[in-house]
C-alpha cells in the first residue's frame, strides 16, 4: 500500500541552528512529493512539491528538500531556524495508483529561544 | 481574495445529531476535498468533488455525505454523530487533483460527545 512516513513525532531544535526533517514513501512508482506547514489554528499551506527532474526543490520560507530514490526519502531542510519556523510539518505523497494525497502522521517543531 | 473558508470553526454535538460543515472558495477551483485531522494520523481524505454536481468517496467516507451544488461551495454533512467523528476537519481546494497545490481553509473542530 501506499504510504508515507515521518519517523519524529516531535522535534526541537534552537534559534539559529540548522533543521532536517525527515520523510520516507512507499510507492511503485515515483511519486509525486509535497511538503505543507500547518501554523497553530491554522489550515496546511504548501512549502514545496516534486514532480521529476532536479532532485533539489526550493521552497518558501528558506526552506528546500531532497528526493533521494535510492532511500526512498524526501527530507526537508533549513539551514537556520527562526522561532517562527515553529509549527506543524506533513509530508504528503501522490500516485496515480492511489489517485489521493497521501499525509504523513506530521511532524511538530518546537524553536528554543 | 478570501481563499477557502469553513463554517463553523467550532461546534459540539450529542451522539446522534447532525450538522452540516460549508466549504467555500472564490478561487474558481475545478476540485474540492474534506480531510479529518487526528493526532499522529495526518489528514485523511474523506470526499472529494471533481466539479459541480460530482463526489467521490475517499479514504475514510463512511458516516460522512457530501453535496456540491454550486462550484464554490462543498457540503459536508454528519447525519447521526458519532463520538470517533471528533476531529478537526479540513476542506481545500486545487484546480486539478494531481500536479496543483491544493489551499486549505482554517478547519472546524468538532466535537461529539
Known amino acids: 500500500a501506499q504510504s508515507v512516513t515521518q519517523p519524529d513525532i516531535h522535534i526541537t531544535v534552537s534559534e539559529g541552528a540548522s533543521l532536517e526533517l525527515r520523510c520516507n514513501y512507499s510507492?511503485?512508482?515515483?511519486?509525486?512529493l509535497f511538503w505543507y506547514v500547518q501554523s497553530p489554528g491554522q489550515g496546511l499551506q504548501l512549502l514545496l512539491k516534486?514532480?521529476?527532474?532536479?532532485?533539489l526543490v526550493q521552497g518558501i520560507k528558506g526552506f528546500e528538500a531532497e528526493f533521494k530514490r535510492s532511500q526512498s526519502s524526501f527530507n526537508l531542510r533549513k539551514p537556520s531556524v527562526h522561532w517562527s519556523d515553529a509549527a506543524e510539518y506533513f509530508c504528503?505523497?501522490?500516485?496515480?495508483?492511489?489517485?489521493?494525497?497521501?499525509f504523513g502522521g506530521g511532524t511538530r517543531l518546537m524553536v528554543k529561544p | 481574495n478570501a481563499g477557502v473558508t469553513q463554517t463553523p470553526k467550532f461546534r459540539v454535538l450529542k451522539t446522534g445529531q447532525s450538522m452540516t460543515l460549508l466549504c467555500a472558495q472564490d478561487?474558481?477551483?475545478?476540485?474540492m476535498y474534506w480531510y479529518r485531522q487526528d493526532p499522529g494520523m495526518g489528514l485523511r481524505l474523506i470526499h472529494y468533488?471533481?466539479?459541480?454536481?460530482?463526489?467521490a468517496k475517499g479514504e475514510v467516507p463512511d458516516g460522512y455525505n457530501v453535496s456540491r451544488l454550486k462550484k464554490q461551495n462543498f457540503l459536508l454533512g454528519l447525519e447521526s454523530a458519532a463520538p470517533s467523528q471528533t476531529s478537526v476537519y479540513f476542506c481545500?481546494?486545487?484546480?486539478?487533483?494531481?500536479?496543483?497545490?491544493?489551499?486549505f481553509g482554517p478547519g472546524t473542530r468538532l466535537t461529539v460527545l
Open positions: 481545500a481546494s486545487s484546480r486539478d487533483r494531481t500536479t496543483d497545490t491544493q489551499y
Open positions: 468533488s471533481v466539479g459541480e454536481g460530482t463526489t
Open positions: 516534486y514532480f521529476s527532474g532536479d532532485t
Open positions: 510507492y511503485g512508482a515515483t511519486p509525486y
Open positions: 504528503a505523497g501522490w500516485s496515480n495508483a492511489g489517485n489521493m494525497l497521501t
Open positions: 478561487m474558481n477551483h475545478e476540485y
